[in-house]
C-alpha cells in the first residue's frame, strides 16, 4: 500500500465549476502537505503547503487537511482552462527533505 | 533568477549501458534532490544531496548513485540500465535542508530505455 494515494482521474470538468481533488495517506508521522502543480513536459511546482488540520485559502485555491482522517483535499474556485494540469499531493515528515507523493490526477477544465 | 536547470532534456538508452544526468541548481540554493516520475508509481524519491553529502536516500536499488559538487550541481548515474528505468528524472533544489523550506522542480530528463 502507498503511503499516499490519489484517484488519478482523469477529472474534466467545465469553466466556472468547483473542482475537488482528494488525496489519503497512512503514515502518522506525516506532518506537512503540499499540493503542487505540474503542466505537461514541465516539473511540478508548488500551490500552496500546509502544517495544521484546516483551510488554507490563496486567491482561488483551497487546501483542507483533516488528521484525524488522515486525508487532504484541494478546492478550486471558478475553474479555469488554465488550471487544466496533473495536480499531485504530497506529505512530509517535520525536518525531512523527503516528500511522498500521491500518483496525480489529470484536470481538464472544459471551455 | 534563473530556475533549475537539467541536462539533457532527452535521452535514449539501451539495456545494460549506464547514464548520467546533471542538475544545476537555483544559485544559492544547496540542497539537491532526485525523483523519479512514472505513470504507474507517480514521483519517487531517489536521494537528496546538501553541502556535497548524501543525507537520505529512497528505496531503489544500489545501480542508482549520485554526487553533489562544490558548487552544489548534481549528477545522478544509472548503471547497467534496465527497461524499467524508463522515466522522467526530475531534481528539485532548495536554500536549506527540510520539508519547510520550499523544493523547485527541474523539467526533468526523459529517459527511454530500449
Known amino acids: 500500500q502507498k503511503e499516499v494515494e490519489q484517484d488519478p482521474g482523469p477529472l474534466s470538468v467545465p469553466e466556472g465549476a468547483i473542482v475537488s481533488l482528494n488525496c489519503t495517506y497512512s503514515n502518522s508521522a506525516f506532518q506537512y502537505f503540499m499540493w503542487y502543480r505540474q503542466y505537461s513536459r514541465k516539473g511540478p511546482e508548488l500551490l500552496m503547503y500546509t502544517y495544521s488540520s484546516g483551510n488554507k485559502e490563496d486567491g482561488r485555491f483551497t487546501a483542507q487537511v483533516d488528521k484525524s482522517s488522515k486525508y487532504i483535499s484541494l478546492f478550486i474556485r471558478d475553474s479555469q482552462p488554465s488550471d487544466s494540469a496533473t495536480y499531485l499531493c504530497?506529505?512530509?515528515?517535520?525536518?525531512?527533505?523527503?516528500?511522498?507523493f500521491g500518483t496525480g490526477t489529470r484536470l481538464t477544465i472544459i471551455p | 533568477k534563473a530556475g533549475v536547470t537539467q541536462t539533457p532534456r532527452y535521452l535514449i538508452k539501451t539495456r545494460g549501458q549506464q547514464v548520467t544526468l546533471s542538475c544545476s541548481p537555483i544559485s544559492g540554493h544547496r540542497s539537491v534532490s532526485w525523483y523519479q516520475q512514472t505513470p504507474g508509481q507517480g514521483l519517487q524519491f531517489l536521494f537528496e544531496?546538501?553541502?556535497?553529502?548524501?543525507?537520505n536516500k529512497g528505496n531503489f536499488p544500489g545501480r542508482f548513485s549520485g554526487r553533489q559538487f562544490s558548487n552544489s550541481r548534481s549528477e545522478m548515474n544509472v548503471s547497467t540500465l534496465e527497461l524499467g528505468d524508463s522515466a522522467l528524472y526530475l531534481c528539485?533544489?532548495?536554500?536549506?535542508?527540510?520539508?519547510?523550506?520550499?523544493?523547485?522542480f527541474g523539467p526533468g530528463t526523459r529517459l527511454t530505455v530500449l
Open positions: 528539485a533544489s532548495s536554500y536549506e535542508r527540510g520539508v519547510e523550506d520550499t523544493q523547485y
Open positions: 544531496y546538501f553541502s556535497e553529502t548524501q543525507r
Open positions: 504530497a506529505a512530509a515528515n517535520f525536518g525531512n527533505e523527503k516528500l511522498t
